[in-house]
């Protein structure tokens, strides 16, 4: 399925990246971070992420960095003298903990793509979602479920609105795609109608729903 970027206006100017700084076992991981970096690359969208030169998170930030892209790398103090990751592309903010790096992350982005990952990605995301239940962020945060890699977790965020651990406008904020594409689509959806009824779906088929944007 392919995205509807020829007709929802660009107003994303800078994403956050949530990944892994190893490339898995999955062939498809790599080719897809690949992907996302060159459709930034073409939005002319503004990547920020862990820092180092690394795996999923290396590979996109590479593409726009070597394609002209604004890159900014926020990575602990700690690590980044160690170069555990290597080098990073583009402007190297270091700071104190991880928790930190999210944080002044979340200032500086309009949304979230995270990409497939272990422990490191998981405490990254889940800290940005304890950050949205306490009511410190609104940042859609985009799921780039490659191969289906994030499904138990969707079904998990799904499965606590319905125990009444989450409020559901707490988890309209976490958005999922198979598609780079549709994934940033459904981002830009998520700002330009902040809280509103209509659903994406909706949109995507111009022939159900006739929605005039005021961006």
Same mark, same amino acid.
């Given at each position: &399925?392919?995205?509807?970027?020829?007709?929802? /206006? #660009?107003?994303?100017? !800078? =994403?956050?990246?949530?990944?892994?700084?190893?490339?898995?076992?999955? /062939?498809?991981? &790599?080719?897809?971070?690949?992907?996302?970096?060159?459709?930034?690359?073409?939005?002319?969208?503004?990547?920020? @992420?862990?820092?180092?030169?690394?795996?999923? $998170?290396?590979? +996109?930030?590479?593409? =726009? !960095?070597?394609?002209?892209?604004? =890159?900014?790398? !926020? *990575? /602990?103090?700690?690590?980044?003298?160690? $170069?555990? @990751?290597? %080098?990073? #592309?583009?402007?190297?903010?270091?700071?104190?903990?991880?928790?930190?790096? #999210? !944080?002044? &992350?979340?200032?500086?982005?309009?949304?979230? +793509? +995270?990409?497939?990952?272990?422990?490191?990605? &998981?405490?990254?995301?889940?800290?940005? *979602?304890?950050? +949205?239940?306490?009511?410190?962020?609104?940042?859609? *945060?985009?799921?780039?479920n490659i191969d289906g @890699?994030?499904?138990?977790?969707?079904k998990f965020l799904d499965?606590?609105?319905?125990?009444?651990?989450m409020a559901l406008n707490?988890?309209?904020?976490?958005?999922?795609?198979?598609?780079?594409?549709?994934?940033?689509?459904?981002?830009?959806?998520?700002?330009?109608? %902040?809280?509103?009824?209509?659903? #994406?779906?909706?949109?995507?088929?111009?022939?159900?729903?006739?929605?005039?944007?005021?961006?």
């Amino acid at each position: &399925m392919e995205g509807t970027s020829q007709t929802l /206006p #660009y107003t994303i100017r !800078f =994403v956050g990246l949530v990944g892994s700084h190893s490339l898995g076992r999955n /062939p498809k991981f &790599m080719a897809t971070a690949v992907d996302l970096g060159r459709e930034l690359i073409r939005r002319r969208i503004s990547l920020a @992420y862990g820092g180092g030169n690394v795996g999923l $998170q290396g590979a +996109v930030a590479s593409i =726009v !960095f070597t394609n002209g892209g604004l =890159v900014r790398g !926020f *990575i /602990p103090g700690y690590i980044a003298t160690r $170069q555990v @990751y290597g %080098p990073t #592309y583009g402007v190297e903010h270091t700071n104190s903990s991880n928790s930190y790096k #999210y !944080f002044e &992350m979340n200032h500086a982005v309009e949304a979230f +793509v +995270v990409l497939p990952g272990g422990v490191d990605t &998981m405490e990254g995301l889940f800290t940005l *979602i304890s950050w +949205v239940s306490k009511g410190l962020h609104n940042r859609p *945060i985009g799921l780039l479920n490659i191969d289906g @890699y994030f499904n138990n977790l969707i079904k998990f965020l799904d499965g606590a609105v319905r125990q009444n651990f989450m409020a559901l406008n707490q988890r309209k904020l976490f958005i999922s795609s198979f598609f780079v594409d549709e994934l940033l689509d459904k981002l830009e959806f998520s700002k330009a109608f %902040p809280g509103r009824g209509a659903s #994406y779906d909706e949109f995507a088929n111009l022939e159900r729903l006739d929605l005039e944007l005021h961006l």
